[in-house]
């Protein structure tokens, strides 16, 4: 497999050379397939059109979605979030907050001099720099491939991909979905040549705007949508590669800081929301995107074979709680060096946009389902988190040591939100589209 990168103009591609599906490519391809059959059902059918109403409705703002800044900033964020700092988690470290987040930031920093096409990434520590680099190329694998299988039924090389068609066809369900559904089918005149067609191409009208990205240089966002250096039209647009990415990296940073877990899943909701905001994503690429992210990453924690001891890249980690082990260790010296303080009363000095934990959270419920309507009606009502996605719970445990697998499991039994989704069809991955760890998080921390 070769080099798996993020291109500083923003798109997060994965090119490979393989000629077959990995494990976790499938395991994510077959958790996410619940799409491809939309089309079988009238409320698969209702959800396709929501999604593209929704979608466009969030991306003009007469959404009015309740979110942590005015609509004018959230597009300004749009623009800053477009650059995705993988190397180093720099932009999403904005949800350990004014304290903790600059003292990260000072620790990490991503910049350039040139608008990108050169850049400066130092990392907090070589532990930490693993951690978050190990999760990173699991997730970005998983979400490019299947964003490619999708669309054409292809690997990202063009490349076949029996086994998924296989998977596709047991389940009746077709590839490039949004381009069936929003009459822009592969081929057709202004239809991406990969299949499901992005909303910039898809939608009525799209909105355009102005403003500064993160290195601080002039753009705009039809600028991360059609280039200059990039054109998402040659890319498929389920999931969500940016929000993949986003969740990953911030659920670990999550993870490694506690004090500051429910905001830090936040800024991973508002990173993908931001994709919305700029007209390259669908509420269900996001959706997807976000799924796909807690489920690698419990699998990581749970030390599944397949998703440890395997080489990305030329790094290798068998035991993946013990290298967060490291990486929080190293972490918490650098963040209470640079915020003066101990971490609780660091994480407590919090003037930004998540200092309001009641508008985070409704920030967040905002994005869980982004008002979708239920496809899956028979899983409505809660579903027993140990005992359909067990390793669910080391989602938790790895920040709250203190609980046990069960207790943890219980809590996002209890916490998760609303059931019946389009991914939620029965499969454990179902889970993880409706798991709400900002309230869980919550919850955890009181039972310490």
């Known amino acids: 497999m ?3 990168f993020a291109v500083f103009l923003g798109a997060i591609a994965c090119a490979t050379g393989a000629a077959a599906q990995s494990e976790t490519n499938l395991a994510a391809f077959k958790g996410l397939s619940a799409l491809a059959t939309l089309e079988n059902s009238p409320a698969g059918k209702a959800a396709l059109a929501a999604n593209l109403k929704v979608t466009a409705a969030i991306q003009d703002g007469s959404a009015k979605q309740p979110g942590l800044s005015l609509f004018p900033e ?4 749009a623009l800053r979030d477009a650059v995705s700092t993988t190397l180093n988690a720099h932009q999403l470290a904005e949800g350990l907050g004014t304290k903790l987040g600059a003292a990260y930031q000072a620790s990490a920093v991503y910049s350039s001099a040139d608008n990108g096409k050169t850049v400066k990434a130092t990392h907090v520590s070589p532990a930490v720099q693993q951690a978050i680099a190990y999760a990173f190329r699991t997730s970005n694998s998983d979400s490019a491939v299947t964003k490619s299988l999708f669309g054409d039924g292809a690997m990202p090389d063009g490349k076949p991909a029996p086994a998924a068609v296989t998977i596709i066809r047991e389940i009746k369900g077709v590839t490039d979905i949004f381009g069936r559904a929003y009459n822009l089918p592969m081929g057709s005149l202004g239809a991406g040549p990969r299949g499901n067609s992005r909303p910039f191409q898809t939608a009525p009208y799209l909105i355009t705007y102005r403003g500064t990205n993160q290195f601080g240089f002039a753009t705009n966002s039809m600028a991360y949508l059609v280039g200059p250096g990039q054109d998402l039209r040659e890319s498929s647009s389920f999931p969500s590669g940016h ?4 969740y990953t990296e911030a659920t670990v940073l999550a993870i490694l800081v506690p004090e500051r877990y429910a905001e830090m899943i ?6 993908g929301n931001s994709r919305i905001v700029l007209g390259a994503h669908y509420a269900m690429d996001v959706i997807g995107g976000r799924a796909l992210a807690l489920f690698d990453l419990a699998q990581l924690l749970a030390n599944k ?3 440890v001891g395997v080489e990305r890249m030329g790094l290798t980690i068998d035991d993946y ?5 490291a990486a929080r260790a190293d972490l918490v010296k650098v963040l209470e060096a640079g915020c003066g303080g101990t971490m609780a009363v660091c994480a407590k000095q919090d003037q930004s946009r998540f200092a309001d934990a009641g508008k985070v959270q409704a920030f967040y419920d905002s994005t869980q389902t982004y008002g979708l309507p239920v496809v899956h009606a028979a899983n409505t ?3 027993d988190v140990a005992k359909v996605a067990p390793e669910a719970g080391h989602l938790l445990t790895a920040a709250f040591p203190a609980l046990s697998l069960d207790k943890a499991n219980a809590i996002l039994t209890a916490t998760q939100g609303p059931g019946g989704g389009f991914l939620d069809n029965g499969s454990a991955f179902g889970v993880y589209s409706r798991i709400d760890l900002t309230r869980a998080a919550r919850e955890a921390a009181k039972a310490r």
């Open 2 to 4: 070769r080099l798996c």
């Open 74 to 77: 959230q597009q300004q964020q």
């Open 243 to 246: 929000t993949t990415y986003g």
């Open 266 to 271: 936040a800024r991973g909701a508002e990173f």
């Open 305 to 307: 074979p397949g998703y």
């Open 321 to 325: 709680p013990k290298a967060l082990a």
């Open 381 to 383: 009502g809660k579903v």
